[in-house]
């Protein structure tokens, strides 16, 4: 399983983040722990690899997150549904 779909899974299942009134917010801290077992500089380039840059509001496969401030990302609304449907689709496995 990628990081992308263990991220989505622990997303969905309440895991990671907390909801508020525009979706779900996570926070840097957060993440690291909650995938401590991952050891490659790979955890350090994810989110920075997932944020959405400035300017633009569409979500990709790849560019599923905003940046809020420093350390506090938010999950963009329809990612999750985006990673629902892909595995619907057969393209991941959820």
Do not use: W
Not at 5 to 18: D, K, P, Y
């Amino acid at each position: 399983m990628t990081l992308r779909q263990r991220f989505f899974n622990a997303i969905i299942s309440g895991e990671l983040g907390h909801v508020d009134n525009e979706g779900i917010v996570f926070t840097l801290q957060e993440f690291k722990l909650f995938f401590s077992d991952i050891k490659t500089d790979y955890i350090n380039s994810f989110l920075p690899a997932a944020t959405i840059e400035s300017g633009r509001c569409s979500v990709t496969y790849t560019r599923f997150l905003f940046r809020i401030r420093k350390g506090v990302y938010r999950v963009h609304p329809d990612a999750i549904e985006m990673f629902l449907v892909a595995c619907d689709e057969g393209e991941v496995s959820p």
